[in-house]
């Protein structure tokens, strides 16, 4: 403090904040569409489809989002999420498939991500369809299941706070999303706290299948009559460059 603070009245000691107000950010809350959408991108001699698919979900200062992240890591967030453990440890179909949360003030994506062999596009979003569908139904979060992510994310928690900058990260995380200075201290018991039923209601919450913006990107000679077939939404065409392109 001894050296620092002589500086820091050397170079910032007459600064005067403007008069003017503080600009705030407009972050505004929209509604999920009403029906789902799907839009393929021809990209000819494409040896492989891209799959994404989107809606939105609620932002990273929810206060259930422990729960909404446990939930998202259980469907789609890592290798052993039943999406990927699907459509590339069972078929073969993918080197990988995902869903993800990244983090926003206000209302952020759920996305889909899943490239996957050409001839199997429409397979392989009829199976995430599926996924998500048995999920939210049939075949919900395991207490098995809930148990691997918990630990997963708790025995990580020091590893996550070993640098000034982690922990500076932390304490302006805190700030952006309205969590209190102590959160990170907190995080142990909230994750020990998460139970099935809590991750149901984040599933209902966040996951709506027929409300997914689809983008498909690949050779559409390959793969557009078979998503013809699908059902899921009527097919907007677009060129690799977003130009409309005619059906």
Known sequence: MEEILPLLEEYFGDWKSPSSAIPQKQINEVSLPH????LLVDRPGSPQSLILAAHIAPPSGAENNIEIETMNDIIG???SARVNQNLRVDKQWSYGAWTLLPNARGQRPWLVYAPVQSDQTAAAIAELQGEFERFLAS????????????RSSVFSLPGQYET??????????NQRFGRADDYAETLKSRFEAVDLESVQAAAE???HP?????????DRQQIQQSLEDLQLAPIELMDADGNPLNP
């Open 205 to 207: 919450q966040v996951i």
């Open 210 to 218: 027929f409300r997914l913006t689809w983008v498909i990107v690949g």
């Open 77 to 79: 967030g890592v290798y």
């Open 164 to 173: 000034n900058d982690a922990v500076l990260g932390t304490l302006l995380d």
């Open 35 to 38: 029906a789902g959408r799907l």
């Open 139 to 150: 075949q919900p979060a395991t207490r098995e299941e809930r148990d691997k992510i918990v």
